[in-house]
């Protein structure tokens, strides 16, 4: 067995690009702070993680484990069985690696993980970027080292003592993103001289969004505006055929270079997790909101009304997004001053150095 080496240092979860984006921004604050670090990532096998994390240039490890499936009792059967899997499977990776710290930043592959090393006396730190805290996490955070937050008010899910706000780490590509709004819009092949609309779900996409850009398409031709429309997989096909000719439109199931996405769009409608929400305030663009109606305790209608009662952005409720959400979008675009108004006031909000808080407050603990 390796013995704890002072530079190893191992990143646990996934699942979505809110978890994993955070991930590899506080991996590569780490390197900029002390390059000799050796960080492995910790995944669930099969997971979006396993893909992005070796692109970012990282080492990864995939473990079998997976979520509780709420819809579906029979998808559940095999799960005390991967979790007993999966603690293996830790056992194995974190005894061979030997780190100084294990971070956790949510997901089903982190709980193992973390478990793991609180049980063999390892410093663990716990990134929750939301305003309620997930059920993992609560559990995490009684033996945590730190847990650092977004946001003040964490106490009821943390213990008080070991509590940190730094924000949520953004992308370094989007924090320091130079592209021009003219070469955003042509690397969509789209033109510069159209307002643009940018549709983004999230990772995985969002149906509600979706289905209410669909039922009004027609409505982006008429009033001249231009939609780069991310789709996530279960709608691409769908949104291809709808999009196939039209020359105001692109459309596909992910956009792997969003700061072009970003650069080019004049509004934007996303869902409102924390991360995205991170992002959306360093990028200073009007928003509309469509929270994800089942979030835990709701808490994407919590942090989107938060930003509506700054006047920085709007809310549709994903049930009404069928009849208000394109109508508000057109809205929008023909209001320059409510345009400028919002994006004020988003751009006050952002924090664009979460990670090295962070990474500073790992290393401070690991070097002792």
Request: charged share 20%.
């Amino acid at each position: 067995m390796t013995e704890h080496s002072n530079n190893r240092i191992i990143i646990a979860g996934g699942g979505t690009g809110g978890h994993i984006f955070p991930a590899i921004a506080i991996a590569n604050a780490l390197k900029e702070l002390e390059p000799s670090v050796d960080i492995l990532f910790i995944g669930a096998k099969g997971k979006m993680e396993m893909e992005k994390v070796p692109q970012a240039g990282y080492r990864i490890e995939g473990i079998d484990i997976a979520g509780l499936n709420r819809s579906s009792f029979i998808k559940n059967i095999g799960l005390p069985f991967k979790l007993i899997k999966s603690f293996f499977q830790v056992r194995k990776i974190v005894n061979a690696f030997g780190p100084a710290a294990v971070i956790g930043v949510g997901g089903y592959s982190s709980f193992p993980v973390l478990r793991y090393a609180q049980a063999k006396g390892i410093p663990t730190f716990i990134h929750e970027s939301n305003s309620f805290a997930g059920k993992s996490n609560m559990l995490l955070g009684k033996k945590a080292t730190k847990v650092f937050v977004a946001t003040d008010g964490m106490e009821k899910f943390f213990p008080a003592g070991s509590l940190l706000i730094t924000g949520n780490p953004v992308r370094n590509s989007i924090v320091r993103n130079a592209i021009s709004r003219f070469d955003g819009i042509r690397f969509f092949g789209l033109d510069p001289a159209k307002k643009t609309v940018l549709v983004t779900g999230g990772s995985l996409g969002a149906k509600g969004i979706n289905e209410a850009i669909d039922a009004q398409l027609d409505e982006f031709a008429k009033n001249d505006v231009q939609l780069i429309w991310q789709t996530g997989k279960p709608y691409a096909g769908r949104a291809g055929e709808l999009a196939a000719g039209k020359k105001n439109i692109w459309a596909n199931s992910f956009i792997t270079q969003m700061e072009y996405a970003y650069a080019a769009a004049d509004l934007i409608v996303a869902r409102a997790g924390a991360m995205t929400i991170a992002e959306l305030c360093v990028v200073k663009k009007p928003v509309v909101f469509v929270p994800y109606p089942f979030a835990a305790e709701d808490h994407q209608t919590v942090n989107a009304q938060n930003l509506v009662n700054k006047k920085a952005g709007l809310m549709i409720r994903d049930s009404e997004a069928i009849t208000k959400l394109v109508p508000t979008v057109m809205a929008l675009a023909g209001n320059e001053a409510q345009q400028q108004e919002l994006k004020e006031n988003i751009g006050k909000l952002a924090i664009t150095d979460a990670d090295m808080r962070i990474a500073g407050e790992v290393l401070k603990d690991v070097n002792g």
